[in-house]
């Protein structure tokens, strides 16, 4: 069965240091992968997606970075977190069209908080 | 652009009535509609999905919606709620003119179900 998993749970850091959030993705291969943020517990904002290995599009132009150096590992980074970069992050993956398999997947997330 | 609007902030219902959360959206061509809840602190989990066929939709833990295409909604339901309903819900759509398939979420709406 497919599963995927997020981590840290929580985080908090300095303004000004770096970020990494790993996300990866097991029983499937090849799948579209997603980065979220979720501000105030409220509405979703689409990051980055990546459809492939080293294939990534963003979203919103902002201060964070994404990564795919395998294919079911999504990776989120900063070289210097802001303020606003607080929030809570949610990676989530969805088969490949073909696959018959129409879901979306989501990670239980990665509360971040700069200090 | 595609988009999906949830009218209500929040709704509150008292158990054992009967609940709804109201979605539209706008989409080009056929849409593929999604509801997911999400509880405090955790990750988005799936409630149900249309993709074609019945407008009737019936999901995980009791859940139901009709699509309706004529008013371009996608509304929620339950025959009768429990507290333990008590959540933040999103309605999504996916973006099938983008290579990432990507979804949109509409804003949220928090369910409170008093007893």
């Known amino acids: 069965s497919q599963t995927i998993h997020q981590w840290p749970a929580t985080l908090v850091q300095p303004v000004g240091s770096p970020l990494s959030l790993e996300c990866t993705v097991e029983g499937t291969s090849n799948p579209n992968l997603y980065w979220y943020r979720q501000a105030a517990g409220r509405g979703l904002q689409l990051l980055f997606y990546s459809v492939g290995i080293g294939q990534i599009s963003s979203e919103v132009p902002q201060n964070l970075s994404a990564s795919r150096p395998q294919d079911r590992q999504f990776i989120l980074s900063s070289k210097k977190l802001l303020l606003s970069d607080s929030g809570f992050y949610l990676c989530?993956?969805?088969?490949?069209?073909?696959?018959?398999?129409?879901?979306?997947?989501f990670g239980s997330g990665t509360r971040l908080t700069v200090v | 652009a595609q988009s999906v609007a949830q009218p209500e902030d929040q709704v509150n219902v008292a158990e054992g009535n009967p609940l709804t959360v109201k979605c539209t959206y706008s989409v080009s061509g056929n849409p593929y509609l999604f509801w997911y809840v999400q509880y405090p602190n955790r990750g988005l989990q799936f409630l149900l999905k249309y993709i074609t066929g019945d407008n009737l939709v019936k999901g995980s833990y009791g859940f139901e919606a009709e699509f309706n295409k004529s008013q371009t909604s996608f509304h929620l339901k339950k025959p009768s709620a429990l507290v333990s309903d008590s959540a933040l819900y999103f309605c999504a759509v996916r973006d099938i003119n983008n290579a990432g398939n990507m979804l949109t979420f509409g804003g949220g709406t928090r369910l409170m179900v008093k007893p």
């Open positions: 989530a993956w969805r088969a490949t069209p073909g696959q018959g398999y129409y879901g979306y997947t």
